[in-house]
């Protein structure tokens, strides 16, 4: 048991830390600290196109899309090598947040599926921070049950014509490209009437709507196909075959070393901070059995990326540990914003920046908590990939096995 | 980086693995429950002869002398199965009492003992409900005897030594006392775990020998229940493991509404935050197990961690392993009920979640400018 680097990986890091030390924006660190997970806030530039520029400085210094081979625009790093990547690159990592889901999902979909000139052709320009990319898979009744989509692409000529709506959809805006999930053929079991295209987002009859969450933010978009039009030649795989892409876009949706901020520190701080009649809340014993409960979550999240990152460097596949991250610290920014709130008593109503403790850092994670439970595989999808695939539990029991799609009901046909 | 047991360690949890599915199945357990003796003396004497629980300790001692990340994946097999051995008083607490505080001559008297079974050794500290504390030891000692009562001591009747808590001419020290020695009265107690028993010590002038400074104490204990802590730790990961196990192929073998109970989510969903428990909690063990190895100045804070992460785990884990096993796991002849006792006796063992919850806290919080 050892924290230390191979003499190889040492010297990786050290190229890492000294170009970086030369090259990172530091007049954004400041922005960058206070910016939350997911999605980039910049104040004193466009976040675009500081996003764009960052991504090109790497690229062009061979430190971008780092797994990928140099073909596709990637620099054919190891996983430990991304790893130490993002150790080194720390917060201003969070500068390529735009292009963080081509990058995890809708590249490497593209790398398994996509014809080589195709790949040679998108690729580099993601690497580069040319193109963004979305993902077009949720839709209004089809989240969780994600096989359940209904946006319809029929063949015309040596064209597809698509209409249907999608949601959730992150980036949308500001994509070039996107990742579409569509059904084309419903008369046919439900994961086999599939088909993947990617769409280019400038497209006619592609209209994005952005969605005022309950949050008062608009990350999330809706994203309505009207007759869009797209080449035949830019289906990913066999018509038909779209769920088994749709999985390998899935299964790469694991982030390595990156744990998710759950306000925990801060909170430590809080409760330093924060007098009571007893002296600080700190002191107080069932603050601190509260505190100890959250303390070992986050350490043990912690200790757990170790623990796989040393499972990568000895080759072997990455196993629970994203949905084991997720799952808990979801769970446990709710309860931190909750927590920090009730000490902070009445006061702790407050969302006005001006006059909220910690300018209403907790208010605003209490109202943005929901989502970190849902989005991206909710509490109970990931309970259910845990119980099914590491502790071996039977898959549930579907009351649409068998049935082809158009029979599948639906809170329509229930009336 | 390597976060994780290396092959040879893997290879000797295998060995100890192998030895206990042979000499501890589940009825070595329940025969140390139904009978008056606090522990396997069959099985003790065994493992004294493997070596296995004296890993830690140095050759020159009559140790291996490997370390103690071997000792901690030993420790975690003997959780598993329940073994019903005194390493919580013997292996984790009195030898490391020793260790820490013996003079050459206490090391050289016990510690060979200790490392090859041939002595028990336990901490005698508990005298009344409530966190033990300076203010609450009565037990004095007094021109080299003590006396007081102390309970409940693990392995108090078994034990050949205690290294007890007791008043001197000072703050609270600590003392070591020959229990075969004038002036020591056992009697048995009934406790959560007869699997481990414990005992009252009652001293009525008792010969005592200083074990560490006068008035050091306390002080000492913490550093004692750092190092245990984090081994305790592992038994109950070990633990809390074999009740997942447990839990998880009932599920797949009990039918209700005409399929496996391990369809349902509500039990899925039970057994998948058991295993979310297990898994932080060991991160944390693998931590605390590293910083108990290179005796990392991060040890306390990484302790309390792995202890309150564990205790924790298997607490949650041996609960839910009942509730899923329905009204069975509530039956004498079910061995549920040997984790569920097991669980919240090691939550206690070494002072209960709230002591160590405030310790952990105490360790990270942030320090004023």
């Known amino acids: 048991m050892n924290f230390d680097d191979t003499p190889q990986d040492a010297e990786f890091r050290a190229r890492a830390r000294s170009w970086l030390a030369a090259n990172v924006p530091t007049e954004l660190k400041g922005e960058l600290d206070l910016s939350g997970f997911g999605h980039l806030h910049l104040h004193s530039v466009d976040r675009i196109t500081a996003a764009k520029a960052w991504q090109k400085k790497k690229f062009d210094a061979g430190w971008a899309a780092l797994g990928w081979p140099a073909e596709y625009g990637g620099a054919g790093a190891s996983p430990i090598e991304q790893v130490i990547w993002n150790d080194e690159e720390d917060v201003y990592g969070k500068l390529s947040g735009p292009f963080m889901i081509g990058f995890l999902m809708c590249g490497p979909t593209v790398i398994a599926w996509a014809s080589e000139a195709q790949k040679r052709e998108l690729l580099p320009r993601l690497a580069a921070g040319e193109d963004i990319w979305c993902q077009l898979f949720s839709e209004p009744v089809a989240g969780s049950d994600l096989a359940g989509i209904r946006t319809k692409a029929v063949k015309d000529d040596d064209e597809w014509v698509v209409n249907g709506q999608k949601i959730w959809t992150s980036a949308a805006r500001d994509a070039d490209w996107g990742l579409l999930l569509t059904r084309t053929d419903p008369t046919v079991l439900k994961h086999r009437g599939l088909t993947m295209f990617f769409v280019d987002m400038k497209s006619p009859g592609i209209e994005v709507r952005p969605i005022l969450q309950m949050n008062e933010e608009s990350v999330f978009n809706e994203v309505y196909f009207t007759d869009v039009r797209i080449s035949d030649a830019q289906r990913l795989g066999d018509v038909g075959q779209g769920w088994t892409v749709a999985l390998t876009t899935l299964m790469n949706e694991r982030m390595f070393g990156?744990?998710?901020?759950?306000?925990?520190?801060?909170?430590?701080?809080?409760?330093?901070?924060?007098?009571?009649?007893?002296?600080?809340?700190?002191?107080?014993?069932?603050?601190?059995?509260?505190?100890?409960?959250?303390?070992?979550?986050?350490?043990?999240?912690?200790?757990?990326?170790?623990?796989?990152?040393?499972?990568?460097?000895?080759?072997?596949?990455?196993?629970?540990?994203?949905s084991i991250s997720k799952l808990i610290a979801g769970q446990m920014t709710q309860d931190i914003a909750r927590f920090a709130l009730n000490l902070e008593g009445e006061a702790g109503l407050l969302q006005d920046p001006d006059y909220a403790p910690d300018r209403a850092r907790f208010q605003e994670q209490l109202m943005r908590s929901p989502a970190t439970r849902i989005e991206g595989g909710s509490d109970e999808i990931l309970r259910n990939i845990i119980a099914e695939r590491v502790l071996g539990l039977p898959a549930d029991i579907r009351a649409d096995k068998g049935l082809p799609f158009d029979k599948i009901p639906t809170s329509a046909s229930a009336r | 980086m390597q976060f994780d047991f290396s092959e040879d360690q893997k290879e000797l949890q295998a060995t100890v693995r192998r030895f206990f599915d042979k000499s501890c199945p589940i009825s070595t357990v329940r025969s140390v429950i139904d009978s008056d003796a606090g522990h396997d003396a069959g099985l003790w004497r065994q493992i004294g002869k493997s070596g296995f629980l004296a890993a830690a300790l140095p050759e020159q001692y009559g140790g291996v002398g490997a370390g103690y990340l071997e000792l901690c994946?030993?420790?975690?097999?003997?959780?598993?199965?329940?073994?019903?051995?005194?390493?919580?008083?013997?292996?984790?607490?009195?030898?490391?009492?020793?260790?820490?505080?013996?003079?050459?001559?206490?090391?050289?008297?016990?510690?060979?003992?200790?490392?090859?079974?041939?002595?028990?050794?336990?901490?005698?500290?508990?005298?009344?409900?409530?966190?033990?504390?300076?203010?609450?030891?009565?037990?004095?000692?007094?021109?080299?005897?003590?006396?007081?009562?102390?309970?409940?001591?693990?392995?108090?009747l078994a034990a050949d030594f205690a290294i007890v808590m007791a008043r001197g001419e000072s703050a609270p020290s600590l003392f070591l006392v020959d229990l075969s020695g004038e002036g020591v009265i056992r009697e048995p107690v009934k406790t959560i775990d007869p699997s481990r028993k414990h005992a009252i010590l009652r001293f009525v002038g008792a010969a005592a020998e200083p074990l560490g400074g006068a008035g050091e104490g306390f002080a000492l204990l913490e550093r004692v229940r750092n190092r245990a802590a984090v081994l305790t730790a592992f038994e109950q990961i070990g633990g809390a493991d074999a009740a997942l196990m447990m839990a998880r192929d009932y599920a797949l073998q009990r039918f209700a509404f005409g399929r496996q109970i391990g369809s349902f989510q509500a039990i899925k969903h039970m057994l998948a935050d058991m295993y979310v428990a297990l898994e932080l909690a060991r991160s944390n063990c693998y931590y605390g197990a590293w910083a108990l190895s290179v005796d990392s100045e991060k040890l306390p804070a990484a302790a309390a961690s792995a202890r309150v992460a564990a205790t924790q785990a298997y607490q949650l884990c041996s609960a839910n392993n009942i509730q899923v096993h329905g009204g069975m796991g509530f039956t004498w002849e079910f061995d549920c009920h040997l984790h569920y006792r097991r669980s919240n006796y090691l939550a206690l063992a070494l002072g209960g979640p709230s002591l160590w919850e405030s310790r952990l806290i105490q360790h990270i919080r942030p320090q004023a400018a």
């Open chain 1, 258 to 322: 990156g744990a998710m901020p759950t306000g925990f520190p801060q909170l430590l701080d809080l409760c330093t901070t924060l007098d009571t009649e007893n002296g600080p809340a700190i002191d107080d014993p069932q603050v601190r059995s509260q505190l100890a409960k959250f303390a070992v979550k986050v350490s043990g999240l912690q200790y757990s990326a170790f623990r796989s990152i040393s499972a990568l460097s000895r080759g072997q596949e990455p196993g629970p540990e994203n």
């Open chain 2, 73 to 156: 994946v030993v420790a975690e097999e003997c959780g598993r199965v329940l073994a019903p051995l005194p390493t919580v008083s013997s292996v984790y607490q009195a030898t490391e009492a020793l260790r820490i505080a013996g003079s050459e001559a206490q090391k050289a008297n016990w510690l060979p003992k200790l490392a090859s079974g041939a002595a028990i050794g336990t901490l005698a500290l508990a005298e009344r409900a409530g966190e033990t504390l300076p203010g609450s030891i009565g037990a004095k000692v007094s021109q080299g005897k003590l006396t007081g009562v102390k309970l409940p001591v693990a392995d108090g």
